[in-house]
């Protein structure tokens, strides 16, 4: 499984269910990577899609404790081990971790690629992911050359775990 994430300089990435940067480059990264193929998100960054519909062109599988939870156009899975499940047949690089926290949390030990756009701000947050630079499990294997959007400055970044 590969991962997708927006992080700021402290790894936020996001406050109160709302993403905190939004790039145009953002989106059409995530459209080259993740069409044709499957996503995965928790139940909270489903419903923050517009319209609450499924990524077109994408298997959507949507990660929810809730029960009752269901919508048109989506696979829905209540644990982990039933997320695994449903993807154990497909290549890891078909499968794509988009968000948030908990979805992020809960299956980042599964994942062994993450494409990070980094972005040089420090955002009043309170999601966050693990920081990859600190961890010993991770290795930065590619960096963009520096990339601005108004006042932001970013970069898309590749990690792969080590093994």
């Known amino acids: 499984m590969e991962l997708i994430v927006t992080v700021d300089e402290n790894w936020a990435i996001g406050k109160n269910g709302l ?7 953002e989106y059409r990264n995530r459209e ?6 499957t ?31 269901s919508k048109k156009g989506i696979t829905v899975a209540h644990s982990v081990e039933e997320v695994l499940g449903l993807v154990e047949d497909r290549p ?17 030990p599964h994942c062994d690629v993450a494409h990070v756009l980094f972005v040089e701000m420090e955002y009043d947050a309170n999601h966050y992911m693990e ?11 590619e960096e963009s050359d520096e990339q601005t959007y108004f006042d932001m400055t970013y970069y898309f970044r590749k990690y792969v775990r080590v093994r």
Do not use: H
């Open 39 to 69: 996503v995965i998100m928790g139940r909270k960054t489903f419903l923050s899609l517009p319209q609450e519909q499924p990524l077109y062109g994408r298997e959507n599988i949507v990660l929810s404790s809730r029960e009752d939870f």
């Open 92 to 108: 890891g690089d078909e499968i794509f971790v988009c968000g948030g926290e908990g979805t992020y949390k809960a299956l980042l």
């Open 19 to 25: 993403s905190l940067a939004k790039l145009p480059a």
């Open 32 to 37: 080259k990577l993740t069409l044709g193929n």
């Open 131 to 141: 920081n990859l630079d600190k961890s010993e499990e991770w290795e930065l294997v």
